[in-house]
């Protein structure tokens, strides 16, 4: 007797389909298809098995391709909240399996050459700011001499009117109020013939009392100056690049973080 050819999953497959949702019988698939019922109860269970690791696979894959996806998302969160609170380094973060992967995953996202732009604008803030810190005290203890003269109280007094200058460049970059904007002077008397003078949350030093008129005419005039020096100006500009740079990173981030799924592949996508 001729001994039957081997059974193709495809022809068990069919079986399975026949036994389950057609309602054949063993016998009748047997009788049909002219195999021993054996051998048809074999390859069923044979079939459901395969069945089996197939969905067992799908399920590991979803879940894999899910939980892949939510490191993207996490990443995607991580990247948004360096950006907005500037906590945390940028550089660190390049070096993260993630940044690569979201990368391969979306190529020609706007969001790379606007991450460079970041970081290159973030060094000249910096270095605007680290100008002004170097410059501002010289500023400070010249008008300071030219208009009080007497100098012996005035390491405490620069301080604090430099403080109070950077504050309001800060505030003019960040498009905010400043301090010429209904914040007055806060004079208190002390006991030894001096004063103490604030601005605000600024405290400006103990001056003496009769040179009290002075040193708030020397503020009042070089928060009204700074404004319109040149090294504030390069300030303004840069943050307010920085800002701009800053809001088409978030839009891009919150793509990524409110659609959940990214397009696209990478090496650690589930096979």
């Known amino acids: 007797m001729a001994r039957r050819p081997a059974i193709r999953p495809d022809a068990r497959r069919q079986w399975l389909l026949r036994y389950e949702e057609k309602g054949e019988s063993v016998p009748q698939i047997a009788r049909v298809d002219g195999y021993d019922v054996r051998t048809v109860r074999k390859q069923l269970e044979l079939a459901r098995q395969e069945r089996e690791q197939k969905d067992a696979r799908s399920l590991v894959l979803r879940q894999a391709l899910e939980q892949h996806y939510g490191d993207l998302c996490a990443f995607a969160q991580k990247l948004d909240s360096l950006v907005s609170s500037n906590v945390g380094s940028l550089t660190m973060l390049r070096g993260e399996h993630m940044w690569s992967a979201l990368r391969e995953h979306l190529p020609r996202s706007v969001i790379w050459r606007n991450f460079d732009r970041w970081e290159q604008l973030e060094a000249e803030v910096e270095e605007v700011e680290r100008e002004m810190g ?3 005290p010289d500023l400070v203890r010249t008008r300071l001499q030219k ?3 007497d100098s012996s109280w005035e390491g405490g007094v620069t301080e604090g009117i430099v403080a109070a200058l950077l504050f309001e ?3 003019l970059a960040q498009g905010t109020r ?3 904007d209904g914040v007055e002077f806060k004079v208190t008397r002390l006991r030894n013939q001096a004063t103490k003078l604030e601005l605000g949350a600024f405290h400006l030093g103990e001056v003496p009392e009769e040179r009290l008129q002075d040193i708030q005419d020397v503020v009042k005039g070089l928060l009204n100056e700074i404004g319109d020096s040149e090294v504030c100006r390069r300030l303004v500009r840069s943050q307010g690049e920085l800002q701009r740079v800053e809001r088409v990173i978030r839009d891009e981030l919150a793509v990524i973080i409110l659609r959940r799924v990214v ?4 090496r ?3 096979a």
């Open 169 to 171: 460049c800060g505030a």
């Open 268 to 270: 650690y996508c589930p």
């Open 178 to 180: 400043g301090l010429l």
């Open 134 to 136: 170097a410059s501002f």
């Open 147 to 149: 208009t009080v003269g």
């Open 263 to 266: 397009p696209g592949r990478c």
